[in-house]
Structures are given as structure tokens and as C-alpha cells.
């Protein structure tokens, strides 16, 4: 069964920063990747999602991501956050043969001034 | 707006009781998946119906239960409920039963067994 880690319970980035967030996936085959954001009192929305081609997927907001095989690793990337980027970031992985997505534990974003 | 509309948004309610949260899923959406999020346990998948039918099964408990009805809404039912089971449930839809379909999300149904 495919899984995914997220290092990283808690960052703090000062706003015009740059922001990672790490995401390591397990699945023996090309999983399906996904980052989504939940704001405070809000549902999940989908910034990006990787299946198959060129490893670097832009999204949403400004956001991209990029897949790398070889470390198992799907990071999300900001060049330069925004007071409303703060918020909770899941990363998320699906299999071919299956019909859902496992999360990670998620990661909260704090913006300061 | 996602399109979801889940109701109640807040539910308060005692251990022993039973409760029923209902989703009503983006317009020409198929597929509705439920979730459970809480602080010790992230986002929990709970399960997922397609056209009605049960598609895939998580981490649902035997007291839990969930059906799609032909308007394709769903309800979650929780009964003999315990204080472990306070969390926030989300409920998602998307097109198909497919894993690489963006979901979309609602708000969610916060639970609190006293």
C-alpha cells in the first residue's frame, strides 16, 4: 500500500520568503501525487497534482512542485509567500489499482510579518 | 466554493448517541468520499460510493455506515458514539472513481461527543 511523509509538522516563514514544504512518498510504481491546502475553517483545495511527463507541475496561487524518483520525494515550492499563504498543507499519493488518496500528517504554515 | 455542501456544520452531542451527517456532492459529480480529521489521527479515509455503489473501503469503524442515495447525496451515520470519535468529517466529490480526478472538498462537519 502506497504512503506518504510529511518531515515537517510546523514552518515558519517570514512573508517575500521562499517556503519547501517535504513530501516522501512509498509505492513501488509512478504513484499519483498531490498537494492540497486547507485554510482555517475551509475544506481541502488542490494546488498541483503529478501523474506522468515533466517532473516540475506548476499550480495554483503561484505554487509548484517537483518529482523526484530517485528520492521518492513530491516538494511543494513558494518563491515568495504571501500573508494568505498560511495555512495547512497535505500532501497526498494514489495508486492505479486503488481508489483512494493517503494523506500525510500535513504540514502549518505560520507567515509573519 | 467547492460545489459541497455538507450539513450540519457543527454537531454536539453525547457518547451513546447516534448522528447522521449529510453530503450533497458537486453538481454531475459521481463519486463522494468521506473523511475523518482529527488531531492525533490527520485525515483519515473513511470510504468512497460511486453511482451508489461502494467503491472502496478505510479505516471505518463497524458503528460507522454509509450509503449514496439515486440523487447521488450521501449520509454518514455514527452510532454508539465515543468521545474518540469528536473530529472534523469531510466529505469530497469528483467525477469519476478514479484516483487521479481532483476532489473537491466541503467545508466539513465538526463533531464534538461529550
Known amino acids: 500500500a502506497q504512503s506518504v511523509t510529511q518531515p515537517d509538522i510546523h514552518i515558519t516563514v517570514s512573508e517575500g520568503a521562499s517556503l519547501e514544504l517535504r513530501c516522501n512518498y512509498s509505492?513501488?510504481?509512478?504513484?499519483?501525487l498531490f498537494w492540497y491546502v486547507q485554510s482555517p475553517g475551509q475544506g481541502l483545495q488542490l494546488l498541483l497534482k503529478?501523474?506522468?511527463?515533466?517532473?516540475l507541475v506548476q499550480g495554483i496561487k503561484g505554487f509548484e512542485a517537483e518529482f523526484k524518483r530517485s528520492q521518492s520525494s513530491f516538494n511543494l515550492r513558494k518563491p515568495s509567500v504571501h500573508w494568505s499563504d498560511a495555512a495547512e498543507y497535505f500532501c497526498?499519493?494514489?495508486?492505479?489499482?486503488?481508489?483512494?488518496?493517503?494523506f500525510g500528517a500535513g504540514t502549518t504554515v505560520t507567515v509573519r510579518a | 466554493d467547492s460545489g459541497v455542501t455538507q450539513t450540519p456544520k457543527h454537531l454536539i452531542t453525547a457518547t451513546g448517541q447516534r448522528v447522521t451527517l449529510r453530503c450533497s456532492p458537486r453538481?454531475?459529480?459521481?463519486?463522494v468520499y468521506w473523511y475523518q480529521q482529527s488531531l492525533d489521527q490527520g485525515l483519515q479515509f473513511l470510504i468512497q460510493y460511486y453511482n451508489g455503489e461502494e467503491r472502496a473501503k478505510g479505516n471505518i469503524l463497524e458503528r460507522f455506515s454509509a450509503q449514496q442515495f439515486p440523487d447521488l447525496h450521501s449520509e454518514l451515520n455514527l452510532s454508539s458514539l465515543e468521545l474518540g470519535d469528536s473530529a472534523l468529517y469531510f466529505c469530497?466529490?469528483?467525477?469519476?472513481?478514479?484516483?487521479?480526478?481532483?476532489?473537491?472538498f466541503g467545508s466539513g462537519t465538526q463533531l464534538s461527543v461529550l
Open positions: 453538481s454531475g459529480d459521481l463519486s
Open positions: 469530497a466529490s469528483s467525477p469519476s472513481d478514479r484516483v487521479y480526478e481532483k476532489l473537491f
Open positions: 497526498a499519493v494514489g495508486a492505479a489499482d486503488d481508489y483512494k488518496l493517503s
Open positions: 503529478y501523474f506522468s511527463g515533466d517532473t
Open positions: 509505492y513501488g510504481a509512478t504513484p499519483y
